[in-house]
Structures are given as structure tokens and as C-alpha cells.
């Protein structure tokens, strides 16, 4: 199995497909990409990685968040770069081969992550003798705008049969669930993904406030801490990824 494959080529494209490999892609580049396209160019990061390559050769693919080390868990962000091509700054970096429709975008979200690991046949798709995990989203998927896709939210969440997260018509009904893990993770102290109703900082915009505060309150440590005010080390529920 391999994970991110941004810089795969044509040739281990055939070598992973001739091994019987597969492929999980990670949302790194909306935040990343144009670092990346600075730093190898345009052409690189169009192909930055090629899904649509991927699934011409038949590789099983599937997509993740890269959360928490890099990205946000927020699904919604990833899947907008995958339909649009376009960074959480809004550089359009991917062409239009490179991208794929909602449809397919789902797709790897759902039914290609089970594929990856040999659970299709009980994951990934809604059916009898499947599991029952599901969410009830605020917006169409399908419908919104594109732009919207980073907007969206989970109103009712359910996973192993019980509702882990309720909102909206359905507050309430979710049972009290033990505390974030891990507890340095910014949602512990930041009380969630702030959501908020659209038009919202929810999705890419909230991951761009998350990196400014993030940048703001480091450098402001690092004045405090140059005159004697705040301690040398960082806050220790940041991460050191996280602090910039
Ligand atoms: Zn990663």
C-alpha cells in the first residue's frame, strides 16, 4: 500500500498496478500545494497526485484527510480539492484531467478506503449485512455550488449503531462521548470545528484562520518568551507540527 503518492510516476504507476498495489491519497496539497509549485513547478503540481492516472490503471484508491498531523479531519475540505483542483487559498493547481467528479470524490472517501483494506463487502456503501454508519448532512453534496462543498456538515452522525453527534433538528440525541484524543489536538481547545451556518468561516476558510491564529499566537510567544514574559517552550498542546 502507498500513501500520498504525490510525486508517483507513469512507470511506478505500472509497477505498483504489476504488484497488486493500491493507493490512498491524503489532503496535504490545499494546504501545501502552492509551496509545492513554488518549489517544483506548475507541471509537478498539476500532477500533484495523479488520481485520474491512478484509477486509469485500475489501482484501488482511496482518499483520506491527512488528520491530524497536517490537515484538518474536515472531509468536506478534501473533497473540494478533489472535484475543484483548488488550494484552501484558492490557486487552482490541478487541471481539469486531474480532477474528478463528486461522484468519484465519494467514492474514494467511501466505498475505495474499503477496498484498500479488504473490507468492501462491509464497508463503503449502505446495504444489508453492511454496517450502519452514516451522517445526515446540512446541504446536498450533489447540489451545492462547489464552493459550498468545504461548508458542509454533519447534522446527525452515526457510527456502530450509536449517534455520536447530533445538531441542528436533531440535538440532543447524541450520547455524552469520552474526551478528544488526542487531548493536544487543536478541536480540545478550540471547542470543535466552530461551525457556524453557512455563509460561514466554516471548512477551508476555518483552516486557514486555524493556521493564522496558530502563526499569530507563535510569534506573539516568541516576543513574550525573547523579553522574559512567557516560557522557551510552546504551549504543550500544540503539537510541534502546528507551530509554525
Ligand atoms: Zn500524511
Redesign the pocket.
Known amino acids: 500500500m502507498f500513501?500520498?503518492a504525490e510525486t508517483v510516476s507513469a512507470g511506478n504507476l505500472e509497477r505498483i498496478a504489476a504488484l497488486g498495489g493500491g493507493i490512498s491519497v491524503?489532503n496535504?496539497m490545499p494546504f501545501q500545494g502552492t509551496a509545492f509549485a513554488q518549489r517544483y513547478g506548475a507541471e509537478a503540481a498539476a500532477l500533484a497526485p495523479p488520481v485520474t492516472d491512478m484509477l486509469r490503471h485500475g489501482l484501488p484508491v482511496a482518499a483520506?484527510t491527512?488528520a491530524t498531523?497536517?490537515s484538518s479531519y474536515n472531509p468536506w475540505v478534501a473533497l473540494h480539492w478533489l472535484v475543484t483542483g483548488r488550494t484552501v487559498g484558492g490557486a487552482t493547481l490541478r487541471p481539469a484531467g486531474q480532477r474528478v467528479s463528486r461522484e468519484q470524490a465519494l467514492e474514494l472517501y467511501t466505498l475505495g478506503g474499503a477496498r484498500l483494506t479488504g473490507e468492501e463487502e462491509h464497508k463503503g456503501v449502505l446495504g444489508e449485512d453492511r454496517f450502519a454508519d452514516f451522517a445526515v448532512l446540512s446541504h446536498d453534496y450533489f447540489a451545492v455550488p462547489a464552493d459550498d462543498i468545504p461548508h458542509i456538515e454533519s447534522l446527525l452522525t452515526v457510527a456502530g449503531g450509536r449517534i455520536v453527534y447530533a445538531a441542528g433538528e436533531y440535538e440532543g440525541l447524541d450520547e455524552t462521548l469520552p474526551p478528544v484524543s488526542p487531548e493536544w489536538g487543536p478541536v480540545a481547545h478550540l471547542g470543535g470545528y466552530q461551525a457556524s451556518p453557512p455563509p460561514s468561516v466554516a471548512g477551508a476558510r476555518q483552516a486557514d484562520l486555524l493556521a493564522e491564529a496558530v502563526a499569530a499566537s507563535e510569534q506573539h510567544r516568541r516576543w513574550r518568551a525573547a523579553r522574559g514574559f512567557a516560557p522557551e517552550e510552546p504551549p504543550a498542546f500544540l503539537d510541534p507540527c502546528f507551530v509554525l
Open positions: 500513501d500520498h491524503q496535504r483520506g491527512d498531523r497536517v
